[in-house]
């Protein structure tokens, strides 16, 4: 039995082989209809959400299961203060599959050493979204033909998007890709996403107008309110990019737009228009991807036997993180853990250095 907590917890192959089950759901959707026939998901939203938590219910009734839901922590006993761990060991005992967003990073990383049913992270704070960049994936390899050698700008939030930060981890596996990150300096992508690649894929501007020709895809974020400590570092950073008509006069006759949605002004409506604007099929695409997890996720857990996602030279000791956003710092009892990487100490949870 298997979770998906990072996008890097699957291989290339693996991604190939999701990637050949959506397109396939999608010429044959009658194939799939009675796949998961008397399994239930329960989906554990204590973060909003609109496409993915729908496009995972979507998915499971499409693959003839079914579906319980819980949206919003206040209608949950997480409001009595019940922890993330003893939430999923109850729920584990009445669905087959879960998928958790939560606004604490590192959150599904808990959930997955706890359950006792695939947890599937959909999204745990400013950390990772993996079934987001599943979305993209397709999205870019329908819409492109190919995920390798191109040029993907990345444009907005790349400090608390968690969409950018899985996306990296993907594509920079593919050969050939490069990246433009375009983001105020404020809000440029973490360390931790960035420094074991290869540095020579990466340029890094603040100015969408300088990065406009040379991009395959370009990859909008919303500047998210949510994330920021500081309502006055929001409003000031706010309109930073605002992408419209007339900034895509430079760009390629076949670059792609995506974005994760929800927007809220850094596309303007004037582009929805654009054959190049592909973000309403992306959320079409990832309701295909998401039904090839849940396939491959039970499939694989008719195999009792759990694997851990928590690293294996993973140490309890005391190191602790104090990135307030952190699950080691809201769990009761949950211990501080610390991995070494490229010479830094790291929080297994949420990757922030110690
Ligand atoms: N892209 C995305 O995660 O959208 P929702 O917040 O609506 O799920």
Redesign the pocket.
């Known amino acids: 039995m298997r979770s998906l907590i990072d996008i890097l917890d699957l291989s290339v192959e693996e991604l190939d082989d999701l990637l050949k089950t959506a397109n396939d759901i999608i010429d044959n959707p009658q194939k799939y209809s009675k796949s998961c026939e008397g399994k239930k998901i329960a989906t554990l939203f204590f ?7 729908m496009s995972f219910e979507a998915a499971m009734y499409e693959l003839g299961g079914n579906v319980i839901s819980m949206t919003g922590g206040a209608t949950s006993s997480a409001a009595k203060g019940e922890s993330v761990a003893d939430t999923i060991k109850v729920v584990s005992n009445y669905v087959d599959i879960i998928a958790m ?1 939560h606004f604490i990073e590192g959150a599904a990383l808990v959930a997955s050493e706890n359950g006792d049913v695939p947890i599937i992270n ?2 745990d704070g400013g950390h990772c ?1 993996p079934t ?1 960049t599943l ?1 993209d994936l397709l999205t870019i390899y329908r819409e492109k033909g190919h995920l390798d050698n191109l040029t993907i700008g990345l444009c907005g939030d790349l400090k608390y998007g968690r ?1 950018v930060h899985s996306l990296i981890n993907a594509m920079s596996r593919y050969e050939g890709v490069k990246f433009v990150l375009i983001s105020p300096k404020e809000l440029m992508c973490p360390d931790y996403v960035l420094e074991d690649k290869d540095q020579d894929s990466f340029t890094v501007t603040t100015s969408l107008e300088e990065a406009m020709p040379s991009l395959d895809i370009l990859y909008m974020t919303r500047i998210q309110k949510e994330r920021f400590d500081s309502e006055e570092e929001y409003l000031r950073l706010k309109d930073s990019y605002i992408l419209n008509p007339e900034k895509l006069l430079t760009a390629k006759s076949d670059m792609k737009i995506l974005h ?3 927007r809220v002004n850094e596309i303007s409506v004037a582009v929805d228009d654009d054959p190049r604007a592909v973000y309403f099929k992306q ?1 079409l695409y ?1 309701k295909y991807m998401r039904m090839a997890l849940i396939l491959k996720l039970l499939n694989e857990a008719e195999d009792k036997n759990k694997v851990s996602l928590m690293p294996s030279d993973a140490l309890s000791d005391e190191y602790k993180c104090t990135n307030p956003k952190c699950i080691s710092q809201c769990e009761q009892e949950l211990k501080h853990k610390s991995v070494i990487r490229n010479n830094k100490r790291r929080c297994v949870y949420c990757e922030h250095d110690i």
Do not use: I, W, Y
Request: hydrophobic share 15%; charged share 20%; aromatic share 0%.
């Open positions: 973060e909003p959400s609109t496409r993915t938590r967003r959909a999204g979204h987001q979305a969409t994760p949605l929800p959320t990832g």
